[in-house]
Each structure stands twice: as C-alpha cells, then as structure tokens.
C-alpha cells in the first residue's frame, strides 16, 4: 500500500521512493486527456463486460444441466471434460486460438468447405478480439466455475423436489421454482464480485494474442500498464493506471452491492 503513493511522484530509482518529487495528481491527468483514454478504457470494459455476459450464466446452466444426469459415469466424464480447460495453460490456450483462427487452421478449412475463402486471419480484425477473447474464457472456465453453483444445488433441500413433484411441476418449472431459488444467493454474491472485476482482463491472455492489426480493439489497461510501465520505465504513470483501476472496480463493487441489497437479502454487506 505504501508504493501507491509512486502514483502522485516522478519516481526516480536513484532518489527512492520517497526521494522523489511529489507531483499530485499529474499522472492521472495525463492519462485521461491521453487520445488513448478512451479507445483503451473501452476496450477493458467492453471485453470484461463481453466475457460477463459469456462467461456467468453458461456455468449456472452447466450444472443445473449436469444436477439433472441420473447416469453417474456420463455426468463424471462431462464433467471432467468441461474442467480440464480450466489447467491448460494461457500459453497453450494462446497456441491453440491462433492456430484455430489462422487462414490455413480448422476455422480456415471449415469456411473454404462453404465456399468461402478465409484470406485474412480471424485474429488481424479488431473488431472481432473481444468476441473471441470471450468465448474462448467461456469455454475455458465454465466447467470448473460451474463446481461451486453444483456444490450449491447439492444443498437444496430433496424435499423441495418431492412438492414439486407432487404438484405436477415439469423438468423447466422445476428449474425455475426450486433450482434456482436455492442457487440464487450464491449466484448473488458471484456477480457482485465479479462486477468489481469490471476492468479487469486477463493480462497474459490478452498480451499473447495481440498483433499490429487488433492492437485498436486488444489494448486494455493491462498490457498498457505493462508496456508504458515495464517496457518505457515510466513506473510513476503505470501505477497511477493501476491506481485508477482499482478505485473504478471497488467503486463498481460497492455500488452494485448496495444496489443488490435493496432489492435482494443477499449481499457482501
């Protein structure tokens, strides 16, 4: 916590931390008037939010789907294929996208097999990284994110089941009625967490498939901080980035939980 306060320096790593000049808030004003601010803010958001909209509901549906399997050995096996995604390596995970989405990959062929020909790689188009950095986090984390929502509906009274039963409930009334009212409080609690974690984009992932041709829509938060930091020694404007980003998250976080309290009994606080 104390080397926040580079954030407000001109820090000089001869002079030390607290040998450098003070400089207030100079940082902060310079990345906001930056004519990056913008596009850069964007696409943190529009990513992160992207990967929300992906990546949330998909494990909530993954175990209400596998709670439903009576057949033990099918529901292990897809269960344990859904989470080994979750241990590949983002550098392998990285490999694999670009593989997929290069002209002469399985994207390439399965497109030339329509009749169509893939003269540019998937991975030049800007506008597209977003989609494909959320889908490939979806399917890389439904499987092991859906453990706690099954953990969650294996504490679902069995009685619940046999009202709804007797009361002639079908498999989606059932769904409706039972399952989800009793996930409901952690499906709460996940979502106000990961509205805290509004901009924040996995760094690696994004680093390792960024190139000169998506770089206007793949340039997040993270890896500016890691170039303008690492890369041009400016540790006094990275950790004022940093600095932004988490006041923005823990001002998301709060404010979405105070929402959700009014309007539901679970909540952080």
């Given at each position: 916590?104390?080397?926040?306060?580079?954030?407000?320096?001109?820090?000089?790593?001869?002079?030390?931390?607290?040998?450098?000049?003070w400089?207030?808030?100079t940082?902060?004003?310079?990345?906001?008037?930056?004519?990056r601010?913008?596009?850069?803010?964007?696409?943190?958001?529009?990513?992160?939010?992207?990967?929300?909209?992906f990546?949330?509901?998909?494990?909530?549906?993954?175990?209400?789907f596998?709670n439903?399997i009576?057949?033990?050995?099918?529901?292990v096996?897809?269960?344990?294929?859904?989470?080994?995604p979750?241990?590949?390596?983002?550098?392998?995970?990285?490999g694999?996208?670009?593989?997929?989405?290069?002209?002469?990959?399985?994207?390439g062929?399965?497109?030339?097999?329509?009749?169509?020909?893939a003269?540019?790689?998937?991975?030049?188009?800007?506008?597209?990284?977003?989609?494909?950095?959320?889908?490939?986090?979806?399917w890389?984390?439904?499987?092991?994110n859906s453990?706690?929502?099954l953990?969650?509906?294996?504490g679902?009274?069995?009685?619940?089941?046999?009202?709804?039963?007797?009361?002639?409930?079908?498999?989606?009334?059932?769904?409706i009625h039972?399952?989800?009212?009793g996930?409901?409080?952690?499906?709460?609690?996940?979502?106000?967490l990961?509205?805290?974690?509004?901009?924040?984009?996995?760094?690696?992932k994004?680093?390792?498939?960024?190139?000169?041709?998506?770089?206007?829509?793949s340039?997040v938060?993270?890896t500016?901080?890691?170039?303008?930091?690492?890369?041009?020694?400016?540790y006094?404007?990275?950790t004022?980035?940093g600095?932004?980003?988490?006041?923005?998250?823990?001002?998301?976080?709060?404010?979405?939980?105070?929402?959700?309290?009014?309007?539901s009994?679970?909540?952080?606080?």
């Open positions: 916590m104390v080397g926040i306060q580079i954030a407000f320096r001109e820090y000089n790593a001869i002079e030390g931390v607290w040998g450098s000049p400089v207030g808030f940082h902060f004003r310079t990345f906001f008037g930056s004519p601010f913008i596009s850069i803010v964007g696409n943190t958001a529009s990513i992160s939010l992207l990967s929300m909209v990546g949330f509901p998909t494990p909530i549906i993954l175990a209400i596998l439903e009576r057949n033990g050995i099918f529901k096996s897809v269960q344990v294929v859904t989470a080994i979750h241990f590949i390596s983002t550098v392998v995970m990285a694999l996208i670009l593989v997929f989405l290069e002209p002469a990959g399985l994207v062929r399965q497109m030339h097999l329509f009749g169509f020909e003269k540019v790689s998937i991975m030049g188009i800007a506008n597209y990284f977003k989609y494909i950095y959320a889908v490939s986090d979806m890389q984390h439904m499987g092991y453990i706690i929502y953990a969650a509906l294996s679902i009274n069995p009685e619940l089941y046999e009202a709804a039963k007797v009361d002639g409930a079908n498999l989606i009334k059932k769904i039972v399952d989800l009212p996930i409901m409080p952690v499906i709460v609690i996940l979502f106000i990961n509205t805290g974690e509004l901009l924040q984009v996995g760094f690696e994004t680093y390792l498939l960024q190139n000169n041709l998506n770089l206007p829509g340039e938060l993270q500016y901080v890691y170039k303008v930091g690492l890369l041009n020694a400016n006094s404007y990275s004022a980035l600095v932004f980003n988490s006041v923005v998250s823990f001002a998301f976080l709060v404010a979405v939980n105070f929402i959700v309290r009014k309007y009994e679970s909540s952080l606080w």
